[in-house]
């Protein structure tokens, strides 16, 4: 096995299940969503003999996954942008959880996913960033916008989700 | 500096990590990084067969030719061939894409640029594409009535040659920079969707 494979293998270990989560933001069709997933699975197989390790491998594969997003936004003309999610897939929870609570949570995520495919392009970008993990600094390092807008950015941003999935509410 | 754990990343996470078929996508990159490279090199390849082509036709009718004005026609019209095979050679990294490891915010103003580069080089090829081949053919029409002394073939050259280097100009004027000046709006539109 070559060190390309290598690095290709490890990428799709640790970060498979990112990058699922961020397609869900980027389209609402499952067929779209698998197409721009493999779209960026093309796009880091060919940038992995260019990565130097300048950054940190995290920020690299964000950055080349929303990069490969905007540009396949365009090259669809953005047809998927409001259409109804039909397909709208995601991996069944755990069968430790309660049947009802599980129906509430699945529900609640799928409004959330809609709610972000919703914001505008770099709010989008911040949020599934940092809903992700990611800290100030990586965001940007790749978004390259400040940390201070960042922080104000996401402060409005969370409220606003919340707000529209209304966490917490439909437990009590 | 990032908030602690909430029920909102908890939602994010929900549903686990899905298997990936490695293997599977493995095979399919590979496939696919395959095609894509084939793919770019018949580009350019294609473009410098038609060139070397046109060139080598007009090149060997200029040979032939007993005429003096037909042969400087046809000469003119086979280093047009050629000058237009430099001309996309060397602008040949326009068409490229941005890379996409650069920061998102830098591949989004790369993007917009490209398609003003683009647009510039559409708009530039009434005189790198559609000038030096047009002015050869209408020397070749003069050279043509010079010969025969005949004002239909005269017409009929220069109708034929004006309306196609016409239809070409106007794809590129107006059509192609449509679509392009499109795709930049859809770029836009996109950085402000949902506002």
């Not at chain 1, 996954?65 to 540009?71: D, E, L, P, Q, V």
């Not at chain 2, 060997?60 to 047009?80: E, F, G, N, Q």
Request: glycine share 6%; with cysteine.
């Amino acid at each position: 096995m070559n060190d390309r494979e290598e690095f290709f293998r490890r990428l799709l270990t640790g970060y498979g299940g990112a990058l699922q989560r961020l397609v869900s933001c980027y389209e609402a069709d499952a067929a779209l969503r698998e197409d721009l997933l493999q779209e960026i699975y093309l796009a880091l197989w060919q940038a992995i003999p260019r990565f130097r390790g300048d950054s940190s491998e995290r920020t690299w594969l964000y950055r080349i996954a929303h990069n490969t997003a905007i540009s396949a936004s365009i090259s669809r003309g953005r047809r998927s942008k409001r259409e109804h999610p039909i397909g709208e897939h995601f991996d069944p929870p755990s069968t430790a959880e309660p049947a009802d609570r599980r129906i509430v949570a699945e529900e609640e995520r799928r409004t959330l996913f809609e709610a972000i495919r919703q914001l505008p392009l770099e709010d989008r970008q911040v949020v599934t960033l940092h809903l992700d993990g990611l800290s100030y600094a990586e965001i940007e390092q790749v978004m390259d916008v400040s940390q201070a807008a960042i922080a104000t950015r996401l402060s409005r941003l969370r409220r606003r989700l919340t707000d529209s999935i209304g966490v917490g509410e439909k437990r009590k | 500096m990032n908030e602690p754990r909430d029920e909102l990343r908890e939602l994010w996470e929900g549903g686990g990590s899905p298997q990936v078929d490695i293997e599977g996508v493995l095979k399919t990159m590979e496939n696919k990084s395959t095609e894509f490279e084939r793919i770019i090199s018949r580009r350019d390849l294609r473009e410098i067969i038609f060139g070397a082509a046109g060139a080598i036709a007009f090149g060997y009718l200029a040979y032939r030719s007993a005429d003096l004005l037909t042969r400087v026609s046809y000469a003119w019209i086979a280093a047009s061939f050629l000058w237009i095979i430099y001309w996309l050679r060397r602008n040949s990294y326009l068409h490229r894409s941005p890379a996409r490891d650069q920061s998102v915010g830098a591949y989004y103003r790369a993007l917009f640029d490209s398609y003003e580069q683009q647009v510039w080089l559409l708009r530039t090829a009434k005189l790198w594409y559609v000038l030096p081949i047009w002015s050869g053919l209408m020397l070749f029409a003069f050279a043509t009535w010079r010969v025969q002394h005949n004002i239909g073939v005269l017409l009929t050259l220069l109708i034929t040659f004006n309306v196609t280097f016409g239809f070409v100009w106007w794809l590129n004027q107006s059509w192609g920079v449509r679509y392009l000046r499109r795709k930049q709006e859809e770029l836009a539109k996109l950085g402000r969707a949902g506002e």
